[in-house]
T-cell receptor
């Protein structure tokens, strides 16, 4: 699995967009980018995933660069409840076998 | 409601007293896993199961046992708990496929004295 690099922490004002970057310069062609988040010791929660194209769902948007070496998770209107640790994970399709390798993630703090 | 449940949510025990943490999912998922989370170390996988009667070690299996007799249940057994197993434990489940989305339980906070 490709290694990912994320900033340790970020701040965002409530109501503004939170843009969380992730570098995965060694990503392979069949590897997906997944984002999970963990709110204060709760179980991690799946947010979104993508392969090549940008993706959007009810929680967030995922922008993947054309060379796929980096991506950005966008929370369009951050709220205080979005304060959490955000994990970027890269994994080849169909190879998880129920295992995810979590890095240290980015601590996002949304302030009033 | 699709969910992963764990019991108990909180447990205080003493060294050497066997305990079991239960995990159950209602999504008919083939894959189930156990993770532990410790400050500064992130989430680390203990054991995983790809289907009934199929289990394998994760990254930190020492001191733990698991069983998968039914598809929905995946209990974590600590035969002789020690203080270094004090941790926050998460169970997760997923369905095999090109895209695998894991669903996590609420966590079990264990303190071993």
């Amino acid at each position: 699995d490709a290694k990912t690099t994320q900033p340790t922490s970020m701040d965002c004002a409530e109501g503004r967009a939170a843009n969380l970057p992730c570098n995965h310069s060694t990503i392979s062609g069949n590897e997906y980018v997944y984002w999970y988040r963990q709110i204060h010791s709760q179980g991690p929660q799946y947010i979104i995933h993508g392969l090549k194209n940008n993706e959007t769902n009810e929680m967030a948007s995922l922008i993947i660069t054309e060379d796929r070496k980096s991506s950005t998770l966008i929370l369009p209107h951050a709220t205080l409840r979005d304060t959490a640790v955000y994990y970027c994970i890269v994994r080849a399709g169909g190879t998880s076998y129920g295992k995810l390798t979590f890095g240290q993630g980015t601590i996002l703090t949304v302030h009033p | 409601e699709a969910q992963v449940t764990q019991n108990p949510r909180y447990l205080i025990t003493v060294t050497g007293k066997k305990l079991t943490v239960t995990c159950s999912q209602n999504m008919n998922h083939e894959y189930m896993s156990w993770y532990r989370q410790d400050p500064g170390l992130g989430l680390r996988q203990i054991y995983y199961s790809m289907n009934v009667e199929v289990t394998d070690k994760g990254d930190v299996p020492e001191g733990y046992k698991v069983s998968r007799k039914e598809k929905r249940n995946f209990p974590l057994i600590l035969e002789s708990p020690s203080p270094n197993q004090t941790s926050l434990y998460f169970c997760a489940s997923s369905r095999p496929g090109v895209v695998e989305t894991q669903y996590f339980g609420p966590g079990t906070r264990l303190l071993v004295l």
